[in-house]
């Protein structure tokens, strides 16, 4: 098989387990990361039977959903919107507000979520004749397998300059410099992995971050997305109220919504229509290939 270009500058063939990231009590495997697939795909982990954790996190639309908020089982609607799922091996905190550290924990919540699957975990790791540490550990295994890379970007970075045509360069420079976007979308994963108000979202009913580090300066403030596979990921904002990257683009260069703790990056951009567009373009050019799983 032909190792695989991911933007960690480094070549990834398909034995993945020697270069991604896991806690040393729960080694990558194949056999705990083919566990894992089944298990994401499995209804039975709700309790009515009806969806998987593969329902809002869809691998056709780069593991989320095109839902504006998370749905779960009797047609009940989250707060938020489902978050991908890519180059997670990597994530420092998960979930919109950062809520959990480890891929271990965060796994086992929307099982237990009353809004999502709404059964106790051991009781669904029951269901499909497990225990709970064996359930927690391979969905955490199997979501680090899930990877994102070789994007025109990427192999823009790798050297092969024809791979960004010359509108994509010009919203690099944007991204880089006039529009400000790599202050906090930075790195192989674009994302600072922090939490910043930014005034997004249609409403100031949502605390964020502020829920869990009861620090009122935190209040509206949330999770860097990384920014790969964008394009596939509509709608945007962790409540989804953003419907297209021309809008996103538009709040950032109108510079948010006026709020009384809005990050100090955010400020009127003053862009053209021109660069706009020259923006928009370069974001699709993050969208690459996906793997997941082990082979």
Not at 35 to 47: E, N, Q, V
Not at 191 to 203: I, L, M, N, P, S
Not at 286 to 294: A, F, K, P, S, V
Request: aromatic share 6%; glycine share 8%.
């Amino acid at each position: 098989m032909l190792p695989w270009v991911l933007s960690f500058a480094i070549r990834v063939p398909l034995g993945l387990d020697s270069y991604v990231p896991a806690p040393p009590e729960n080694p990558i495997t194949k056999e705990s990361a083919e566990l894992g697939r089944r298990l994401f795909r499995d209804k039975r982990l709700s309790r009515d039977n009806t969806i998987a954790c593969a329902t809002c996190h869809d691998a056709a639309y780069a593991f989320t959903d095109r839902e504006i908020k998370a749905k779960g089982i009797r047609g009940q609607v989250g707060p938020r919107r489902s978050p991908r799922l890519l180059n997670r091996a990597w994530g420092q905190s998960f979930f919109w507000d950062g809520r959990v550290t480890a891929l271990e924990q965060q796994v086992a919540q929307p099982i237990s979520n009353p809004l999502e699957m709404d059964l106790p975990v051991a009781e669904a790791a029951a269901k499909v004749g497990l225990d709970e540490l064996t359930l927690r550990r391979a969905l955490a295994t199997y979501v680090r397998t899930i990877l994102a890379g070789n994007s025109p970007y990427d192999r823009y970075l790798n050297g092969e300059r024809s791979a960004l045509d010359a509108q994509q360069q010009k919203g690099l420079q944007l991204f880089r410099g006039k529009a400000g976007c790599i202050s906090c979308h930075l790195g192989p994963n674009l994302t600072d992995e922090a939490f910043h108000v930014t005034g997004a979202g249609r409403v100031d009913d949502d605390a964020g971050r502020a829920l869990v580090s009861l620090d009122q300066r935190d209040t509206g403030a949330f999770k860097t997305p990384s920014l790969r596979h964008i394009a596939k990921a509509a709608p945007y904002f962790h409540d989804g109220s953003a419907s297209t990257l021309e809008a996103v683009v538009e709040h950032y260069n109108a510079g948010g919504r006026a709020r009384k703790n809005l990050d100090p990056e955010m400020r009127p951009l003053r862009l053209t229509a021109d660069e706009k567009a020259a923006l928009v373009r370069f974001l699709e050019a993050l969208t690459g290939e996906i793997r997941e799983g082990l082979e």
